[in-house]
Nanobody, 124 residues
């Protein structure tokens, strides 16, 4: 599956952004999806994950209550609504799909298809 992330940008602290990730392929609805982020000099870290139907979502403690992960299987797209953004949210954000069927939502190496990343910068 090919993934294309978009929606990043520069925003002031307290602002909002919505990231999108469009996927190719008819089997998109079969794949759990995740968002990860990587700041300069740091390892890629888990942000949020969503199950195939969208009924189950998981969030990192650092974003819980501020970010919402959703999916529209009819449009082959997932969304990450980010509210109350903080400077520490600054990073490149990556969407990812788990296609092998052994999903562990928060584990980065479980995901085998990755988008190109979109930059999110939050100014103080």
């Amino acid at each position: 599956v090919q993934l294309q992330a978009s929606g990043g940008g520069l925003v002031q602290a307290g602002g909002s952004l919505r990231l999108s990730c469009a996927a190719s392929g008819r089997t998109f609805r079969s794949y759990p999806m995740g968002w990860f982020r990587q700041a300069p000099g740091k390892e890629r870290e888990f942000v949020a994950a969503i199950g195939r139907s969208g009924a189950y979502t998981y969030y990192a403690d650092s974003v819980k209550g501020r970010f919402t992960f959703s999916r529209d299987n009819g449009k082959n797209t997932v969304y990450l609504q980010m509210n109350s953004l903080k400077p520490e949210d600054t990073a490149v954000y990556y969407c990812a799909a788990e296609t092998a069927g052994s999903w562990q939502p928060m584990v980065v190496y479980e995901y085998d298809s990755w988008g190109q990343g979109t930059q999110v910068t939050v100014s103080s």
